[in-house]
């Protein structure tokens, strides 16, 4: 079988394309973290290539000889909740039967068949690691993966019957227990019967050190294509690399769901003499987005948190309230790999830029009545001046009901632009979105091409949209917002600019929130929309 990108579970060296998962991480530190006898942490996104990472550590350790290393997916005890007895009997039963299909140790089922049967699973799981320990001729490493998974009693139990081992190491315990999951262990927040909350740094206070993989490199993503080219003889243009690493900023994931669709999924990429040219990768990259794969319906999922609503809300709507979000809920959606952090706080990458409003607002979208062919000149333009006149009425028409529906109220106007904006566009043109804490405001560039037949490496119409809300004066922010979008015009080399304010304030009628006026900056036009 010939090698292919690998877009769901571990990696398979012979089968995938794939970079060393031990160069994924400071394989130093985490050896001298064992040897120290340290327990830890490793936190990764979803799909970031965490398990291939554990499952290699596993045989590396074990073809040392130093040690009993095992792999352990103890997801099956999510199901338990809150019943803790029953969420510790799957976890002593999982550790079994991995320890049995790796060929760690087959005695430590009929150990914890008999543990489960004589005692109460409170206590299992301390017991069944303390018997083990003490039959293994080598310290033991343990790895727990998906711990962030269990839910209430079942994962304080376990954090706390670890910690209840954990003096008696390595002789009658794990010499090293690494918890693994998308969270760092200090994220945790467990609810106990009596509604009380605890975190898990205080269940669990003896860890060491949380360590975090992180994204490919550019160097690993193109490597990662090279393998591709070496054994088919199929070229990348070295365009197509910019853009991959602005789309995915080295997302494993992505990296490897955008090389399927390019070199597989578009049947015509499989004659291998064919190269992959940037037509083809934009092409490939919008059939991404709009498949909704479980990888990018996982990221639908998360925005319904709390914690990720108040960070990405206050993005969207280009707010500069940073004092209103706690430290540890931008952490957490850092982890989760939805933001960076530095330089500033934004998006990770363009792929998750478009993906979120296109995922809050796809109801909306389904519902608009618009029509392309509505807003097209003869000359195949688009007529933005008419599209946004109409928007101001539908707008008007519309945002009272509609706002109550959008799950980020708060951006929820800027929102209704775009899902507005995306139905007209949807099939022909672009939309690239650029919003991050703290710039107060959301700038949009709309690209639509002019011939059809020739697509975007002919003549394409770039539109720059600036969304505000208004906080103030008035004339200070058309001021202030007429020259940022045109710099940002500029930047993009845009020939038409406008800038859209909206107005919350309940107490200012409709006709007075709807209007419009021409503005220039440096000789460039800027037309700027109330609503």
Not at 204 to 229: C, D, P, W
Not at 253 to 265: D, F, K, Q, S
Not at 503 to 511: E, H, K, L, V
Request: aromatic share 8%.
């Amino acid at each position: 079988m010939q090698k292919h990108f690998n877009t769901s579970g571990p990696v398979v060296p012979s089968d995938h394309y794939c970079i060393d998962p031990m160069q994924r991480l400071d394989w130093e530190e985490v050896q001298v973290l064992i040897e120290r006898h340290k327990y830890f942490v490793l936190h990764a996104p979803r799909q970031t290539g965490k398990t291939s990472t554990l499952l290699a550590m596993m045989e590396v350790l074990n073809g040392s000889g130093d040690y009993n290393a095992l792999y352990v997916n103890i997801e099956g005890a999510q199901t338990a909740r809150e019943d803790a007895d029953k969420g510790m009997t799957v976890v002593c039963e999982t550790i079994a039967a991995a320890a049995r299909t790796y060929g760690i140790e087959p005695r430590l089922q009929a150990i914890a068949d008999q543990l489960l049967s004589i005692r109460q699973p409170s206590g299992a799981l301390t017991q069944l690691l303390t018997e083990w320990a003490q039959l293994s001729p080598k310290p033991i490493v343990l790895m727990l993966d998906e711990v962030d998974t269990l839910i209430g009693d079942t994962l304080i139990s376990l954090l706390r019957q670890i910690r209840a081992g954990y003096a008696q190491r390595p002789r009658a315990f794990p010499q090293s227990i690494i918890l693994c999951g998308v969270r760092d262990v200090r994220d945790y927040r467990i609810q106990n019967p009596h509604k009380e909350t605890i975190t898990g740094g205080s269940a669990f206070n003896i860890k060491a050190k949380s360590l975090r993989m992180g994204n490919f490199t550019l160097e690993e993503v193109q490597k990662l294509y090279q393998q591709h080219t070496d054994i088919t003889g199929q070229v990348f243009e070295a365009g197509v690399f910019p853009e991959l690493w602005a789309d995915s900023m080295g997302q494993p994931w992505l990296v490897n769901a955008l090389g399927n669709e390019l070199t597989w999924e578009d049947k015509s990429a499989r004659d291998r003499s064919s190269p992959i040219t940037l037509e083809r990768y934009h092409a490939a990259r919008d059939r991404l987005i709009r498949s909704r794969a479980t990888h990018l319906d996982q990221l639908a999922n998360q925005l319904k948190e709390r914690r990720v609503h108040a960070v990405v809300s206050a993005m969207l709507a280009g707010d500069s309230l940073i004092a209103n979000i706690q430290d540890d809920d931008l952490q957490y959606v850092e982890d989760l790999g939805l933001i960076t952090t530095r330089p500033q706080i934004a998006i990770s990458n363009r792929i998750y830029q478009e993906i979120i409003p296109r995922e809050l607002t796809w109801q909306l979208q389904a519902s608009i009545s618009e029509q392309q062919a509505w807003y097209l000149t003869p000359e195949r333009r688009l007529d933005m001046g008419k599209l946004l006149t109409n928007f101001q009425q539908f707008f008007r028409e519309n945002s009272d009901v509609w706002l109550q529906g959008v799950p980020y109220k708060e951006a929820g106007p800027h929102l209704i632009l775009q899902a507005f904006l995306q139905r007209i566009v949807n099939g022909g043109g672009r939309i690239h979105r650029e919003y991050a804490l703290g710039r107060k405001r959301t700038d949009l560039l709309l690209e639509w091409p002019l011939d059809e037949a020739k697509g975007f490496y002919g003549e394409v119409q770039r539109v720059v949209i600036e969304l505000k809300i208004l906080r103030g004066s008035l004339d200070k922010m058309i001021a202030e917002g007429v020259v940022q979008a045109a710099e940002y015009a500029r930047q993009c080399g845009a020939e038409e600019v406008h800038l859209v304010i909206f107005n919350r304030d309940p107490q200012i009628s409709w006709d007075e929130k709807i209007w419009h006026q021409a503005h220039t900056d440096g000789g460039l036009p800027v037309d700027v929309w109330g609503a």
